[in-house]
């Protein structure tokens, strides 16, 4: 094991796939300077440009500055026998491809009679909570959710970005990484030797037994923080990491609130139509004889992002709104069995 941030497993996870098959390549913009292939050029980063000297211009490939034209080549090089790693930078540069996403990349498997493979993977940065603007913080991971044909995960640790970058590369599916900025300095141990997290696979990230809290993306560290709080107050509460979004690992969630008997879903996304609301449709209509309050989600409002820093700061869920949240569905009155329609 060795510590690693964020950001370095993800560059390890690349370089192990890159020295594993030849067929893998990074494409994207200013990625011939950028040794993780993530944004723009370098920032942030160690080592610039070892990736290049490494793997050369044929399997490290700048592109134009065109989203659509990027998807598009990373799509027809899928199906003709790559598979790219593509480099989308801010996450919210995806809607200018949403032609290639939506009519090409999700569905060319279906449309070819699955003659043709798609095995690409877009990565994107979520640059929410760093005072980017409206343009630039999106989450915009519940929009593909609603796209047939494609896989979406969304990783909260350095472990799970390793080790879920590494299957998603292996997949012949096209799949989509959506990687929270605020999580890139986190550290942890991680294994420096090469190992797989399957996709659809949720984590347990603590136990508990009296309220489930599914948290995804930068969520889960709040979520394992008011956890940690409310276990003093004797609360006992279990966080889930779904880490894949799409498959969704819906048996490792309804375990845990047949268990617990309550849900509060945290994720950074708007409210409607978010995974949070997925999530909760997913329990009321499976176990709803199991709850025992009503499900609570905690995200960021329907509104734009506000430049302030201080306005931005009260947009998405924190230790101390998922606590609340906890503490309110602990409260709430026991739900009641609905009189059969006479």
Not at 106 to 114: D, L, P, S, V
Not at 116 to 119: K, T, V
Not at 134 to 139: L, M, V
């Given at each position: 094991m060795?510590?690693?941030?964020?950001?370095?497993a993800?560059?390890?996870a690349?370089?192990?796939?890159?020295d594993?098959?030849?067929r893998?390549i990074i494409?994207?913009e200013?990625?011939e300077a950028n040794?993780y292939g993530?944004?723009?050029?370098g920032k942030?980063r160690?080592d610039?440009?070892?990736f290049?000297q490494?793997?050369?211009?044929?399997?490290?490939?700048?592109?134009?500055?065109?989203?659509?034209?990027?998807?598009?080549?990373?799509?027809g090089?899928?199906?003709?026998?790559?598979r790219?790693i593509?480099?989308l930078?801010?996450s919210s540069?995806?809607?200018?491809?949403?032609d290639?996403?939506v009519?090409?990349v999700?569905?060319?498997?279906?449309?070819?009679?699955?003659q043709?493979?798609?095995?690409v993977v877009?990565r994107?940065?979520m640059?929410y909570g760093?005072n980017?603007g409206?343009?630039?913080?999106?989450?915009p991971?519940p929009?593909?959710?609603?796209?047939p044909?494609l896989k979406?995960?969304?990783p909260a640790?350095?472990?799970d970005?390793?080790?879920l970058?590494?299957?998603a590369?292996?997949?012949?599916?096209p799949?989509?990484s959506f990687?929270?900025?605020?999580l890139w300095?986190a550290k942890?141990?991680v294994?420096e030797?090469?190992?797989?997290?399957?996709?659809?696979?949720?984590r347990?990230a603590r136990?508990?037994?009296?309220?489930?809290?599914?948290?995804?993306s930068?969520?889960v560290?709040?979520a394992v923080a008011?956890?940690?709080?409310?276990?003093?107050e004797?609360?006992?509460v279990?966080v889930?990491?779904p880490?894949t979004?799409?498959?969704l690992?819906?048996d490792?969630?309804?375990?845990?609130v047949?268990k617990?008997g309550?849900?509060?879903v945290?994720?950074?996304?708007?409210?409607t139509?978010?995974?949070a609301?997925?999530?909760s449709a997913?329990v009321a209509?499976e176990?709803?004889d199991s709850?025992?309050?009503p499900?609570?989600?905690?995200?960021a409002?329907?509104?734009?992002?506000?430049?302030?820093?201080?306005?931005?700061k009260?947009?998405?869920?924190?230790?101390?709104?998922?606590?609340?949240a906890i503490?309110?569905?602990v409260?709430?009155?026991a739900?009641?069995?609905?009189?059969a329609?006479?």
């Open positions: 060795t510590v690693m941030s964020y950001l370095g993800i560059g390890a690349q370089r192990e796939a890159m594993a098959d030849e893998v494409i994207g200013d990625v040794v993530t944004t723009g050029g942030s160690s610039k440009g070892d290049l490494r793997y050369g211009k044929n399997r490290i490939r700048n592109t134009p500055i065109s989203e659509e034209g990027i998807v598009g080549a990373a799509a090089a899928a199906m003709t026998g790559l790219p593509v480099d930078s801010y540069f995806l809607y200018m491809a949403m290639q996403f009519n090409q999700a569905k060319n498997r279906y449309m070819f009679g699955g043709a493979s798609m095995p877009f994107s940065a640059f760093l980017t409206a343009h630039h913080s999106d989450r991971y929009m593909f959710m609603n796209v044909g979406i995960i969304a640790t350095p472990s970005a390793k080790g970058l590494r299957s590369v292996d997949s012949d599916d799949i989509l990687e929270a900025c605020l300095s942890e141990d294994d030797n090469e190992f797989w997290i399957p996709l659809g696979v949720a347990t136990e508990g037994t009296d309220v489930t809290v599914v948290a995804i930068s969520s560290p709040e008011a956890a940690e709080e409310l276990a003093q004797g609360v006992s279990e889930i990491d880490r979004l799409v498959p690992d819906r490792a969630i309804l375990r845990s047949a617990t309550r849900l509060v945290a994720e950074p996304a708007h409210r139509c978010g995974a609301a997925e999530i997913l209509e176990i709803f709850l025992k309050a499900i609570i989600r905690v995200t409002p329907d509104m734009q992002i506000p430049f302030s820093p201080s306005l931005e009260q947009m998405y869920p924190t230790k101390a709104t998922i606590a609340a503490r309110r569905v409260d709430l009155p739900l009641q069995p609905v009189a329609a006479v």
